[in-house]
């Protein structure tokens, strides 16, 4: 089992939809989230973190975290065609003898169609 | 305030030969973390320094190896290069190591690695 794991893409949205990207991780004492983008040929870019059960809400992004389903989502509502690019879902894991470490998943692709 | 830099951008090296990338993180901060991106893989975590110590390791064979100076700046290098070992090599650093928890990364450029 992949620590890691982010629904299979790639996800095609029409402009203004939302859309819904979904991570789910093995490590049950992890403590925070993040999600990252990355743009091809660039390198990912924080656009949300998130440490407690519930949404946190930023502009159009929402994430929201489910720590007893060990679950975790990004969803954008009135999606652009700016937002088309690679979607990485990062865990903190915690590290038996030294401390912790952020372990990505393989990332979603998500495209807008205009 | 300027960003995470990586030097170089691009590399084309030969096998066997080694090669040394250079990290110099947002001023402030002094956690500096290694990944490499490829296709296949996507990021995997190579090491983390903080205060010129290695915190953690992944798992990466012995050819790669880093270090970190008394001005939090890294460097990564890989000796005995492999055909494998092309990639996107990323920095990141943080304000503190991510057993801190809340502190996110921000990531560099980074350095395409192209081993012929």
């Known amino acids: 089992q992949k620590e890691v794991e982010q629904n299979s893409g790639p996800l095609s949205v029409p402009e203004g939809a939302i859309a819904s990207l979904n991570c789910t991780y093995s490590d049950r004492v992890s403590q925070s989230f993040f999600w990252y983008r990355q743009y091809s040929g660039k390198s990912p870019e924080l656009i949300m973190s998130?440490?407690?059960?519930g949404d946190k809400e930023d502009g159009r992004f929402t994430a929201q975290l489910n720590k007893a389903s060990q679950y975790v989502s990004l969803l954008i509502r009135d999606s652009q065609p700016s937002d088309s690019a690679t979607y990485l879902c990062?865990?903190?894991?915690?590290?038996?003898?030294?401390?912790?470490?952020?372990?990505f998943g393989e990332g979603t692709q998500l495209t807008v169609n205009p | 305030k300027a960003g995470v830099t990586q030097t170089p951008r691009y590399l084309i090296k030969t096998r066997g030969q080694q090669v040394t990338l250079s990290c110099s993180p947002i001023s402030g901060h002094r956690s500096v973390s290694w990944y490499q991106q490829t296709p296949g893989q996507g990021l995997q975590f190579l090491f983390e320094y903080f205060s010129e110590t290695q915190r953690n390791k992944g798992n990466f064979p012995g050819r790669f190896s880093g270090r970190q100076f008394s001005n939090s700046r890294s460097e990564m290098n890989v000796s005995t290069l492999e055909l494998g070992d092309s990639a996107l090599y990323l920095c990141a650093s943080s304000l503190r190591p991510q057993g801190s928890f809340i502190y996110g990364y921000t990531f560099g450029s980074g350095t395409r690695l192209t081993v012929v």
């Open positions: 990062a865990v903190n894991m915690i590290v038996e003898t030294s401390g912790s470490r952020l372990t």
């Open positions: 998130i440490y407690s059960n």
